[in-house]
C-alpha cells in the first residue's frame, strides 16, 4: 500500500512522516494555506531518504513551470490537481519522473480514461473547480466504487479526500486502491502535522492493507 502524506511545509513534520513509514511525501506549489516555495522544499527535501517520493502538487500552471520547479526542488513526481489533460501528462511524463492525475469523483467515469496510458495513477477525491482538494471532505464512496473497480483493471487508483486514521481502513477495504493520499486528517492546523495522527493513519493504512 503506497501511502502519501500532503501538504508538507517544514523540516520537522517532514521527518515524522519519513519516520512513520509514509511511501511519499507531497509539496503543493499552488494556492493553499499549505503552499511552499520551490527552495523552501528544496532544503527539507535535501534532508530526506532517496527511497521516498517528493512529489509536488501543481494547478493549471505551464509545464515549463512544472519542470522548472521539479530541477529546483528536486522533486520525483508530479501531481496534476487542476483541468490538466493527458497531453500534458504526457509530456511530463517524458522526462522521466513520474506523474499523478487528481480526478473529483464527479468526472471519474467521464474523464478517466483518457489519462489511463499517461499517467502512474489516478487521484479521486472530492475536489471542486473552487477548492483542489485540502478540504477534508469524502466523496460519494458508495456511488464511485463501481467506476474505481473497473478503472483499477486499467490504471493505479490513489484515493484521497477526507480520510484520516479512523476511515482509511473503511476505504482500502471498499476500493482496494493501489495507494492513498492525505491532508487534513493528519493536521494539528492547515500547514502543520499532527505527528500522533500522521503515525496513526500510515499504521491504519498498512495494516488494511495487510488484512
Same mark, same amino acid.
Given at each position: 500500500? !503506497? ?11 517532514? %521527518?515524522?512522516?519519513? &519516520? ?5 511525501? =507531497? ?6 494555506? %499549505?503552499?511552499?516555495?520551490?527552495? &523552501? ?13 517528493? *512529489? ?13 520547479? $521539479? ?21 511530463? =511524463? @517524458? ?35 473552487? %477548492? ?8 460519494? !464512496? ?5 467506476? $474505481?473497480?473497473?478503472? %483499477? ?5 490513489? *484515493? ?9 481502513? @473503511? ?6 486502491? !493501489?495507494? $492513498?493520499?492525505? *491532508?487534513?486528517?493528519?493536521?494539528? &492546523? ?22
Amino acid at each position: 500500500m !503506497w501511502v502519501k502524506i500532503c501538504g508538507n511545509t517544514n523540516l520537522e513534520d517532514a %521527518r515524522a512522516t519519513v &519516520e512513520a513509514g509514509a511511501d511519499a511525501l =507531497g509539496f503543493i506549489f499552488a494556492p493553499s494555506p %499549505r503552499r511552499i516555495s520551490p527552495r &523552501e522544499a528544496k532544503k527539507i527535501i535535501a534532508e530526506l531518504p532517496e527511497g521516498v517520493e517528493k *512529489v509536488g502538487v501543481f494547478v493549471n500552471q505551464k509545464p515549463e513551470i512544472i519542470l522548472d520547479t $521539479v530541477e529546483t526542488a528536486g522533486l520525483t513526481g508530479v501531481q496534476l490537481h487542476g483541468d490538466e489533460g493527458p497531453r500534458l501528462a504526457r509530456t511530463i =511524463g @517524458r522526462t522521466g519522473i513520474k506523474v499523478y492525475k487528481a480526478l473529483s469523483a464527479a468526472v471519474l467515469e467521464n474523464e478517466a480514461d483518457g489519462f489511463a496510458d499517461a499517467v502512474d495513477a489516478l487521484f479521486v477525491d472530492a475536489g471542486s473547480d473552487k %477548492r483542489r482538494g485540502g478540504a477534508g471532505k469524502l466523496f460519494d !464512496w458508495d456511488r464511485a466504487a463501481p467506476i $474505481v473497480r473497473l478503472l %483499477r483493471r486499467k490504471v493505479n487508483i490513489v *484515493v484521497a479526500g477526507g480520510l484520516e486514521a479512523g476511515n482509511v481502513g @473503511r476505504a482500502i477495504e471498499l476500493f482496494h486502491p !493501489w495507494g $492513498v493520499d492525505v *491532508v487534513s486528517g493528519v493536521e494539528r &492546523e492547515p500547514g502543520k502535522k499532527d505527528h500522533e495522527k500522521v503515525r496513526a493513519f500510515v499504521k491504519a493504512a498498512k495494516a488494511a492493507a495487510q488484512a
